[in-house]
């Protein structure tokens, strides 16, 4: 959703945007009303024609990757071998309309397929970090060092990419934090808070995963329930296998504490639906064990509901506990539990949170400024 943003607001500022993907999406992930247009729109690489392996094969660069495939044999090499046709149908749909930078959106596979249509058909390329390198495959020095330029999206980050990879970085490098469209993402009115002795509506929106932490957020429900908090919990996202993963977990997890009736697994819902559950929200919580950033948390506080999250990873410098959210500990139901009936019950707390709230995100967190940092990295001779 953030890359639908972010590319809308590049063609509003005048970038002719032309959009590569490796292989579409699972079917469950298709949710939002632009997906079936941004399908249409986008070139898919991945193929497994025998003569465009064996013509890419041809340009193995081993003299280039010789010292990264010593450090990395076998999971490195298999990479390269996987993403060799991929740059190479890269290399040419690019020559063919004339464009001379791809920005590579993920520091993994499609990193790989960036830096070898570089190497061996001079094609420029920038890429973003947006988590733990360590969960970006390998050949990252590879990756980094034949980039025009890189951005990360927190400063958390950037000090980790500095530490590990130190002069394969490119010179260039920018903070690019993800960002929403907080015109979009508004209310109309002022947040309710819930009403004394009235159900308690929490709202979770991000992929069925165990990072994620929704195993804890359903378990904080039962603790909430158990103290005599009427709270009901729902949870909009799919997993990465469009339902047939993670997803079974959670509902087992459900029936096993009787949530049955008040927590409910929305799946994968479109933007306009995760604002109306937004705006219906009470408060917003995500449990993440870890989260470089948090667009979720971004969305919710545009839309002024009070946000609860986990101090793991790179929240911290989207949200300053106590001031525009309230962060836990991660893998702490109990702790999450007892903030959120905490802050369900001050009012005033939550009006001000829902303020400052949307205040944080309009200030710093616009997908615009995302694009703008796209634009300027790739016009810098």
């Not at 397929?113 to 970090?129: E, F």
């Not at 009403?195 to 929704?214: D, E, I, P």
């Not at 929305?266 to 470089?292: T, Y």
Request: aromatic fraction near 6%; include cysteine; hydrophobic fraction near 45%.
């Amino acid at each position: 959703m953030f890359f639908w943003r972010e590319i809308l607001e590049l063609q509003n500022m005048g970038a002719n945007v032309t959009l590569f993907s490796t292989r579409p999406p699972p079917s469950g992930l298709i949710s939002h009303d632009w997906s079936d247009q941004a399908m249409q729109n986008t070139t898919y690489l991945v193929d497994f024609k025998a003569l465009n392996a064996f013509f890419s094969l041809l340009r193995f660069p081993l003299p280039t990757l010789w010292s990264d495939l010593r450090r990395e044999p076998l999971e490195f090499a298999k990479d390269i071998l996987l993403s060799l046709p991929a740059a190479r149908r890269l290399a040419l749909a690019c020559k063919a309309q004339g464009i001379t930078h791809v920005h590579a959106h993920s520091a993994r596979r499609a990193a790989t397929i960036c830096a070898l249509a570089k190497v061996i058909w001079n094609l420029d390329y920038s890429l973003t970090l947006h988590g733990p390198m360590s969960d970006y495959g390998p050949g990252q020095g590879f990756k980094w060092r034949h980039a025009k330029f890189g951005t990360v999206i927190t400063e958390k980050l950037h000090r980790e990419l500095q530490d590990a990879l130190g002069s394969d970085l490119p010179n260039a490098m920018y903070l690019q934090p993800m960002g929403v469209d907080t015109d979009a993402l508004s209310r109309q009115g002022v947040y309710e808070p819930p009403q004394r002795n009235a159900t308690l509506k929490l709202f979770s929106c991000g992929r069925l995963n165990v990072v994620k932490g929704h195993q804890d957020l359903i378990s904080a429900v039962k603790h909430l329930r158990d103290q005599g908090v009427d709270a009901h919990l729902e949870i909009a996202g799919q997993d990465d296998d469009g339902g047939s993963g993670f997803h079974a977990v959670l509902l087992e997890k459900i029936t096993e504490l009787g949530l049955n009736e008040h927590v409910t697994l929305l799946g994968a819902i479109d933007a306009d639906a995760v604002k109306r559950k937004l705006l219906e929200a009470h408060i917003f919580v995500l449990a993440s064990w870890h989260e470089p950033l948090g667009v979720a948390y971004m969305e919710a506080m545009s839309c002024g509901v009070p946000t609860v999250g986990t101090n793991a990873g790179g929240v911290t410098e989207l949200i300053t506990d106590g001031q525009d959210g309230v962060l836990v500990p991660p893998k702490d139901p109990v702790a999450l539990a007892e903030a959120i009936a905490a802050l369900a019950r001050d009012t005033d707390r939550l009006l001000a949170l829902s303020k400052a709230g949307r205040k944080r995100v309009v200030e710093s967190f616009s997908s615009a400024r995302g694009a703008r940092t796209l634009l300027e990295g790739i016009r810098k001779p």
